[in-house]
């Protein structure tokens, strides 16, 4: 499947780059990871020396690293610079602040980290992790922790209470799902909250309107793409890293934009658990 996607991308760049050039509508490239280990890359997990490297492709294509609400606030004014890029991180696994945040910490990136609130204790393990063999790795960041690396400049976001598929829950079940993780998380670190990943990307116009009246700001998808002037805060796009340098470019240049309505098609089509 890379193949051929790899393909269409390379065959999308040079008129998704013509395109922003003439636009005059730079786009912020939003890119995700979930946690960041000494293992090798695989699945959910990207190994500490691919994230690295991740991290070295975005200094040479000449990323410019905002935080999250930066970058949307400058999106808003019109001022976002070129090659604008925010760091996201889903899901609260302790290796993201014991591995990645002290990484991006010592180059001097922002990031901001998804977490589930209803995991906050550190001791629960999400039902995927559970149908493999008990490892570290699957070891989600207790509160003192989070607050310690928030207290370093790591922002935090809310990722829900249980990470459940959002468009299937009736009404009072999706209020609750975000109001109380948004709660909880501003009790824990002192500050407001207005950001939200929607769990496994799942989302839809009732569910982001929901977002917006439980409180938030900015709602990140799994749906690729840049994000323009028009792209809805509450609905702003977003890439996993590609392990791969080449895949990495091309989110970059926007090349996977073409694919958004596969995106599309797979977010209507819901959860494959
Ligand atoms: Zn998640």
Request: with cysteine; proline share 6%.
């Amino acid at each position: 499947m890379r193949g051929p996607v790899r393909l269409l991308g390379g065959l999308s760049r040079p008129v998704v780059t013509a395109g922003r050039r003439m636009s005059g509508d730079a786009g912020l490239t939003i890119i995700g990871w979930h946690r960041v280990d000494g293992l090798a890359s695989d699945g959910l997990s990207t190994g500490v020396d691919d994230f690295r490297r991740n991290l070295d492709v975005l200094d040479e294509w000449g990323a410019t690293v905002l935080p999250l609400d930066a970058a949307v606030a400058a999106l808003d004014a019109g001022t976002l610079p070129d090659r604008a890029v925010c760091l996201t991180f889903d899901d609260g696994y302790a290796s993201v602040v014991e591995t990645a945040w002290p990484i991006l910490r010592d180059r001097g990136l922002a990031a901001t980290l998804f977490v589930v609130s209803g995991y906050l204790s550190g001791v629960g393990r999400f039902a995927w992790d559970q149908v493999e063999p008990r490892h570290d790795r699957h070891r989600l960041a207790r509160s003192d922790e989070l607050v310690a690396a928030a207290g370093e400049g790591l922002d935090i976001g809310s990722h829900t209470v249980s990470h459940p598929w959002l468009p299937g829950l009736d009404p009072d079940h999706l209020k609750r799902e975000l109001v109380e993780s948004r709660v909880a998380v501003e009790e824990l670190l002192g500050r407001p909250v207005d950001s939200l990943a929607y769990p496994t990307g799942g989302w839809n116009p009732a569910v982001r309107a929901a977002a917006a009246d439980a409180g938030y700001r900015i709602g990140i998808t799994v749906d690729r793409g840049l994000n323009t002037s028009r792209t809805p805060r509450l609905s702003l796009r977003r890439s996993f890293a590609p392990t791969d340098p080449v895949d990495l470019r091309l989110v970059l240049d926007g090349a996977y934009t073409v694919l958004r309505p596969l995106d599309t098609w797979r977010r209507r089509r819901g959860p494959r658990w």
